[in-house]
């Protein structure tokens, strides 16, 4: 949701004549190159723009649904609640600075003068930093059993997620990050025709933000590495079985299982998936793009933390989502009412 398009034209007129029918072909073609690639672009952007659209309608209703079943008291709203407003709020933000990017951009020359470009580093950072301090609460108080070391650890770990935003947010106040003002990237160009990306992710330069890469990898992420790895060898202890699946997030034990209408605890594999998802492009995607970067021309667009939060966000809006329905279709079906209560059965998130 980062990339967006706008179109240069420069138009040579070339008079056709009987003597210079082959410039008039060459200029034909050229014509046909570029709006085809117009075409795509522009359809790109119309893709983009319904994705985000979907997104943001899916985070709604999502938010409404748990917001709903919460008030029939659901044991892990609350988690899914954070997760999917912070996605929501991040998103929100996101498409803001773009436009403020494409209106900047509009009123400028490509390739000359002050470009405007944006930085989506604090945004994605914070989003991802609650995201991932919401489920390492949950995992501390599902696997550690003594309150005392659980707040001991919960302290210790939520503590260093909580510095190391605030020391991310000092330093980019007091020492802004070196950026290079390239946003424009031309596509099918040629000598009189040609069109331009406009890309609203500003190039960092890698040198510069190794004290931010050190306080966010270092203060943010180690915390969570150690708490996720802790409640693994617990869960392979409990279960003899080192599938990540096995860990425990979400509360399970308000489900009564025997109606086979509560769900609970069908959105743990989710909430793994998510950490999974964050392993690989955190630790694995982001440091490989940043050393290639350094190793060639030694600036990076930071854009892999933005697009992992929207990516995690649709993933979790639409898992809750398919599954809500299904087990709301499921409970109509049934018409089951508890027989010992004098409440329905409620769908549990």
């Not at 933000?93 to 470009?117: D, F, K, M």
């Not at 949950?138 to 190391?164: E, F, P, Q, T």
Request: aromatic content about 10%; charged content about 15%; proline content about 2%.
């Amino acid at each position: 949701m980062s990339l967006s398009v706008i179109y240069n034209f420069t138009e040579s007129w070339i008079f056709c004549k009987d003597k210079n029918r082959t410039n008039c072909t060459e200029l034909s073609m050229r014509m046909e190159t570029t709006s085809s690639l117009s075409d795509t672009m522009f359809v790109f952007e119309l893709f983009q723009s319904g994705l985000i659209f979907s997104a943001l309608t899916a985070g709604l209703v999502s938010i409404c649904h748990v917001i709903y079943c919460r008030a029939i008291i659901c044991r892990n709203s609350s988690l899914l609640l954070v997760l999917i407003l912070t996605g929501f709020c991040h998103m929100l933000v996101c498409v803001y600075l773009l436009q403020i990017s494409e209106q900047s951009a509009l009123y400028e020359i490509p390739n000359g003068g002050h470009q405007r470009c944006t930085d989506y580093y604090l945004p994605a950072t914070l989003a991802n930093t609650i995201i991932l301090a919401s489920i390492v609460h949950n995992i501390i108080r599902l696997n550690v059993k003594s309150m005392v070391c659980a707040g001991i650890v919960w302290a210790v770990s939520v503590g260093s997620i909580v510095v190391g935003l605030l020391c991310l947010a000092r330093l980019h106040e007091f020492s802004p990050p070196v950026m290079q003002q390239e946003t424009f990237v031309s596509l099918g160009r040629s000598n009189e025709t040609h069109l331009d990306v406009f890309w609203s992710v500003c190039k960092k330069e890698v040198y510069a933000e190794k004290i931010r890469l050190l306080a966010e990898y270092g203060l943010i992420y180690i915390p969570v590495i150690i708490i996720v790895l802790f409640a693994w060898h617990r869960s392979f202890k409990r279960n003899k079985d080192a599938s990540l699946l096995r860990i425990r997030i979400v509360d399970t034990s308000c489900c009564d299982d025997e109606t086979d209408l509560c769900v609970c605890s069908r959105l743990g594999p989710t909430f793994v998936a998510v950490l999974a998802y964050s392993a690989v492009i955190l630790l694995i995607a982001r440091p490989v793009m940043i050393m290639y970067a350094h190793a060639t021309s030694g600036y990076f667009r930071d854009i892999l933390p933005s697009l992992l939060h929207t990516v995690m966000y649709c993933f979790i809006c639409s898992e809750y989502l398919s599954r809500a329905l299904r087990y709301q279709t499921r409970f109509n079906a049934v018409g089951y009412v508890a027989k010992d209560k004098k409440r329905k059965v409620v769908l549990h998130v």
